[in-house]
């Protein structure tokens, strides 16, 4: 069966860096896109990141530019979210999800097109 698993959430101080990962199994994610959504306390799910398979295109929400980049490993089959400058309100529950078709770069940021999604790992920062 298809299934993604997150990795790496944990605490860390403002300011902190931490790094998620995300395997797939079940299927090549080669010709997909991937992304990073999360969810705080009383939010909707919102976009992250993402990348596309095929050619090395990312994708940010503003309020991660700079400070979050999103890489993969073909090989492995991973995605993977290096998180620097930590904030506070950047606590949430962070998911990793996989298109169920190639993309357009307009479909990157858009909950609605992922197909699979893992289980979500929690990221907390303290002030």
């Known amino acids: 069966q298809v299934q993604l698993v997150e990795s790496g959430g944990g605490l860390v101080q403002a300011g902190g860096s931490l790094t998620l990962s995300c395997v797939g199994s079940g299927r090549t994610f080669s010709r997909y896109g991937m992304g990073w959504f999360r969810q705080a306390p009383g939010k909707d799910r919102e976009f992250v990141a993402a990348?596309?398979?095929?050619?090395?295109?990312?994708y940010y929400a503003d309020s991660v530019k700079g400070r979050f980049t999103i890489s993969r490993n073909n090989a492995k089959n991973t995605v993977y979210l290096q998180m620097n400058s930590l904030k506070p309100e950047d606590t949430a529950v962070y998911f990793c999800a996989v298109s169920g078709n190639p993309l357009s770069s307009a479909g990157y940021y858009s909950q609605s097109h992922y197909d699979v999604w893992g289980q979500g790992t929690q990221v907390t920062v303290s002030s």
């Open positions: 990348i596309s398979w095929r050619v090395l295109n990312t």
